[in-house]
């Protein structure tokens, strides 16, 4: 299968791959603030998606999915509440333990943008400290609460050596109580090198989370984690709301 060119931005000034985003679901535009930046075609690998999953883990729901998906042989990656962690670190232990990552959903789920850095360093640190303690290994990506950020975010995710990771695929499966309409957005908007953004918690979802592995695998898709995905992407202008990398 030929595999497709893609963008890598390589800022002048960092170690880092910076892709300017755009936002559009929170009309929130972001760029970088660098002057000068290099483009050389690179190549991604086709037919990769990862799901991942906000918010818990739940009592009753986590413990549902982790099913599903074993099943399925499908792994996951989970951006997990420092809060729900504390409350239930048997279920952070069986989501490593069956093969799935973790990644950081701050410790309070507050609107990082609302926060000094001082408070978002802290949001962060003590998340990516309990997924440490719990599961013995470490995590380097978060996923902002409602995918909100601004410079000071980045900033502070930078100092800590986190990357910053999106979604390209997003279902409102939070807010949808029909299993079949999840399933109907997953597929309208999925593409290549795609992540999909679902939520633990929600009995909707795993409703429809068979249904969206099967339609996906039967067009050729194979599941992924995001770091996974990281080893053999690179963000371009056809997906720009997915990772920045620090």
């Known amino acids: 299968m030929t595999k497709n060119k893609f963008t890598l931005v390589i800022c002048r000034y960092h170690v880092v791959l910076v892709i300017a985003a755009v936002l559009i679901f929170w009309g929130i535009a972001v760029a970088s603030r660098d002057a000068e930046f290099l483009s050389l075609p690179l190549h991604r690998y086709p037919y990769r998606i990862a799901l991942t999953f906000d918010d818990g883990p739940h009592e009753g729901y986590t413990g549902r999915l982790i099913s599903v998906l074993g099943r399925a042989n499908v792994p996951a990656t989970f951006f997990v509440v420092g809060s729900c962690l504390e409350q239930r670190p048997e279920l952070a232990r069986s989501l490593c333990e069956h093969g799935h990552e973790l990644g950081g959903h701050t410790m309070t789920h507050r609107n990082l943008c609302r926060l000094s850095e001082r408070e978002i360093g802290a949001e962060l640190s003590r998340t990516r400290e309990l997924m440490r303690s ?5 995590s380097l990506l978060f ?3 409602g995918g909100r950020y601004d410079e000071k975010v ?6 800590l050596g986190l990357s910053l990771v999106l979604w390209t695929v997003f279902p409102r499966d939070h807010e949808e109580n029909d299993p079949e309409m999840i399933v109907q957005r997953v597929l309208e908007q999925a593409d290549d090198g795609g992540i999909i953004l679902l939520h633990s918690g929600r009995q909707p979802t795993i409703e429809a989370l068979p249904r969206i592995i099967t339609a996906l695998r039967q067009r050729g ?3 992924v984690t995001v770091s996974e995905l990281m080893k053999g992407s690179v963000p371009g202008a056809k997906h720009y709301a997915k990772i920045i990398r620090n």
């Open 134 to 138: 719990q599961c013995g290994s470490e």
């Open 143 to 145: 996923r902002p609460p």
């Open 154 to 159: 980045l900033a502070v995710a930078r100092k």
């Open 221 to 223: 898709y194979r599941f």
